[in-house]
């Protein structure tokens, strides 16, 4: 009986093609709305995934600091590696500083470290290393960024001006060092390229006039679960970062942008599924004479109701699945070639990223399953609720 209907029901009616034509509709609507809210959300998945990348390389996935400065000694790093042997750990010492070259100055992080132990805990400072060679003495890596904003070569003399103020007569002058400029490194993220500049421990302990270390950066594949253990050993005055700590606000306001568009680009597939309903009333109201004769030779509501239902899942199911293979297509063809060209400047990557999560896809088809379910059981239902005796007499 189900099987019956569904396939007399889906046929095309010459003597009412609009209700056809509502199908086609809910059913090319349900497809386009699927499959543009798969490849939006491998966009922004793509994107998030991207930038989380950088900002691990730059950011290092976890760090320990201590409460004043030169607070880190050669014994903690060490005792700190016996501990975690399984984990890469580079030293170092931060200050702020104004780099200047020529008329230009630009504000500056400059790190003081141990290069053969920072490149193996920093990928995109390794890539460096390899065509620069490694830093002696008063030599410094810049950022792309602040190279170009400088328009340094390499060799050239850059001046840093450092934070820290040395007495000198009666007043208080900044402390001036010229460092040698030995190559460049590119993180894709314009802030750390011009913000962050990298140098020898030794050179900047001169500079400063310390001894000992500001903090441990320390490379872990998993960082969530490393950090808890590291905290547990740490004693008091010492404490441990991890990178999403240090960028929580970013990552929110991405994950809310996500939310934001899986609800909007939702609603397309919510706006098709209003001709799957329509074209379902319509068929309800063309074929009440049938449906009341049915009830009436021993047809059983459920059947009926199963029977529309099972129209509507067809509609939208199709939709569903032929969405699906559409948006999976074009996830795969943005991913695969440039077909739409980005700033590489900007995002460090011509290639527009594409990276579609399991969980997002399994959320994507629920809700739209879900969607293409309800509007279904409301027209089901109606015909289920056919009023026999009124209707045949009628007719």
């Not at 950088?54 to 320990?64: C, D, R």
């Not at 040395?166 to 993220?189: C, H, M, Q, T, Y």
């Not at 990223?353 to 997002?360: A, Q, V």
């Not at 739209?368 to 045949?392: E, F, M, Q, R, W």
Request: aromatic share 10%; glycine share 10%; with cysteine.
């Amino acid at each position: 009986m189900i099987k019956y209907l569904l396939f007399r029901y889906l046929r095309f009616d010459k003597s009412q093609p609009f209700i056809a034509l509502c199908s086609i509709l809910a059913f090319v609507g349900v497809s386009i709305g699927l499959m543009v809210l798969i490849i939006a959300m491998g966009i922004m998945n793509g994107f998030d995934k991207e930038f989380e990348r950088k900002l691990f390389a730059m950011n290092y996935p976890i760090t320990v600091i201590s409460a004043y400065r030169g607070g880190i000694s050669d014994e903690f790093v060490s005792k700190l590696q016996n501990e975690f042997s399984e984990l890469k750990m580079s030293p170092y010492i931060s200050t702020q500083a104004v780099l200047k070259s020529g008329d230009k100055m630009e504000g500056a992080l400059v790190f003081g470290v141990d290069f053969e132990s920072e490149k193996a805990v920093n990928s995109v400072l390794a890539k460096a290393l390899e065509q620069s060679g490694i830093p002696q003495g008063f030599e410094m890596i810049v950022g792309k960024g602040l190279s170009d904003e400088f328009s340094l070569i390499l060799g050239e003399k850059i001046t840093g001006i450092f934070m820290e103020a040395s007495p000198a007569g009666l007043g208080i002058n900044p402390l001036l060092k010229r460092f040698a400029v030995r190559g460049e490194f590119s993180s894709g993220l314009i802030a750390y390229d011009r913000g962050y500049a990298f140098s020898t421990a030794d050179a900047l302990r001169r500079i400063l006039n310390t001894q000992g270390w500001d903090g441990v950066h320390i490379y872990s594949a998993q960082p969530r679960r490393d950090i808890e253990a590291i905290k547990a050993v740490l004693p008091l005055g010492y404490r441990a970062l991890g990178w999403w700590e240090q960028n929580g606000n970013f990552f929110s306001a991405l994950e809310l942008e996500k939310r934001a568009l899986f609800i909007v680009l939702m609603l397309i597939i919510l706006v098709a599924s209003l001709n799957i309903i329509s074209s379902l009333l319509m068929t309800v109201m063309n074929r009440r004479s049938e449906i009341a004769l049915l009830l009436a030779l021993g047809a059983s509501k459920r059947e009926i109701k199963n029977s529309f239902f099972a129209q509507g899942l067809v509609i939208g199911g199709g939709g569903i699945i032929c969405g699906l293979i559409l948006g999976l297509f074009g996830v795969w063809l943005l991913g695969s070639f440039d077909i739409i060209s980005l700033p590489a400047d900007v995002y460090g990557s011509s290639k527009l990223p594409m990276e579609l999560g399991l969980w997002d896809l399994v959320f994507t088809l629920l809700g739209a399953v879900i969607i293409v379910a309800a509007s279904s059981y409301y027209p089901a239902k109606k015909a289920a609720n056919v009023d026999v005796l009124s209707t045949l007499r009628n007719e």
